[in-house]
């Protein structure tokens, strides 16, 4: 096909054999397309209109030599802004429309899965809508479509683009069928969830309803039943190492004691993990809560064995957290001969940008989120099993909880002497 030649003439935009109209509502754009030469016709960027909108095209494929059926697809891009390939296909191959969206806390390497799962999804011939504001949003119907430009750039950045938020409504029934009503009238297909525990439970939920999903592990905390290491965990904890070794320094040159409390609301990896690989002389995580008194004799004998400093690593879930350890050692200051300082690093570790492993891992889950939707599965979570990308039945994640290798704690405790 010869390349189109723009003319604008009463409010029309023709392009050569390209007939397009305004349509009655909103920017949508109805576009009567004649072709006379291969089966499948590509649009690429030189032949869009070049409106400065977002559009919806309706093409109604009228293959005049190669008699071939009428065919139909909707797909809505930004003719500045998305280089991707718009296809038109013939009936018979009818287009899946999946949503992809992110839920919980966000964690580093989110957006890496998004891209992965655009792209993915846009290679197999589908619609991919972007849901914002996770659950909440799929509840209103907050959905855009998007294309391969719309996830450029965006790899390396932490958070999500789709934005995210916990949404207490969606725990009930009334909040779930709201969902549902909103996923029949955007006509999708199947949902992409990418989060945490509480984002998985509602997956769950959501798929015993009759509508198709399939989960993406991701959170920091890394207590996500399906999934070894999860999306954004490497990440934080890479934050917080580098918070303890700086915290180090100046513990070493005044001789004192310091005390970084984590993140990990109902998990101690992160603080585990933390402590063996900064050389913490203690660690208090939910799994295994030493009394503060344990602790200061455990900083004592770390002195008198000739150690200049100490650095104790707390989970924020923990009962004796850097609060309840604050009090103590100020409470004890006298009788102790030593004071505590504390350093709470919080969202910190959230923000990142998503460092290589976090980054590869997003995206190979994100592609086997598609992979499994391509094959008919859903009800499952994709995670990394082993060393190798595989999938969990939902049903396993939300009944099942996953522990923390106790071989580790051990190993902290004889370390740290």
């Keep these: 096909m ?18 397009v109209r305004p349509r009655d509502t909103g920017w949508a754009i109805s576009a009567s397309v004649h072709l006379d030469g291969p089966k499948d016709a590509d649009l690429n960027p030189a032949q869009r209109p070049r409106e400065p909108c977002w559009m919806s095209l309706i093409l109604q494929l009228d293959l005049v030599k190669c008699g071939i059926p009428r065919g139909r697809i909707t797909r809505t891009f930004h003719p500045k802004r998305d280089s991707g390939l718009l296809r038109c296909r013939r009936k018979g191959k009818q287009m899946k429309r999946i949503a992809v969206l992110t839920s919980g806390g966000d964690a580093p390497g989110m957006n890496a899965a998004i891209r992965a799962v655009v792209r993915t999804g846009i290679e197999k011939g589908w619609e991919v809508h972007g849901i914002r504001h996770g659950f909440a949003g799929l509840m209103a119907g907050v959905s855009q479509s998007m294309g391969a430009r719309d996830v450029g750039g965006i790899i390396q950045h932490g958070g999500t683009i789709l934005g995210s938020a916990r949404c207490p409504e969606f725990k009930t029934e009334e909040g779930r069928l709201k969902a549902v009503h909103a996923i029949r009238r955007l006509q999708l297909d199947t949902v992409v969830v990418i989060g945490g525990n509480g984002s998985q439970t509602g997956s769950y939920e959501l798929d015993k309803m009759g509508i198709p999903v399939v989960g993406v592990a991701s959170t920091i905390d890394n207590d996500l039943y399906g999934s070894d290491p999860t999306i954004g965990v490497d990440t934080a904890l890479n934050i917080a190492l580098e918070a303890i070794d700086r915290l180090k320094v100046t513990a070493s040159s005044h001789e004192r004691a310091f005390l ?13 993990m933390a402590g063996i690989a900064g050389g913490a002389e203690a660690v208090v995580i939910p799994e295994a809560e030493p009394e503060p008194e344990k602790v200061a004799n455990d900083l004592r004998s770390a002195y008198e064995r000739g150690k200049g400093h100490a650095i104790v690593v707390v989970s924020e879930g923990a009962k004796n957290n850097a609060e309840a350890m604050a009090t103590f050692f100020r409470e004890q200051k006298d009788r102790l001969g030593f004071e505590l300082r504390v350093t709470r690093l919080g969202h910190v570790q959230r923000g990142g940008a998503p460092q290589s492993f976090d980054r590869l891992l997003a995206t190979r889950l994100g592609a086997e989120a598609t992979r499994q939707l391509e094959q008919g599965k859903h009800g499952v979570l994709v995670g990394l099993l082993g060393g190798k990308v595989a999938a969990t039945p939902l049903a396993d994640v939300v009944s099942r909880k996953k522990s923390l290798d106790r071989d580790f704690l051990e190993l902290a405790g004889i370390l740290a002497k």
């Design 2 to 19: 010869e390349d189109p030649i723009e003319h604008r003439r009463r409010g029309v935009l023709w392009l050569n054999r390209w007939e």
């Design 260 to 272: 970084v409390e984590v993140m990990g609301r109902d998990c101690g990896y992160l603080a585990l």
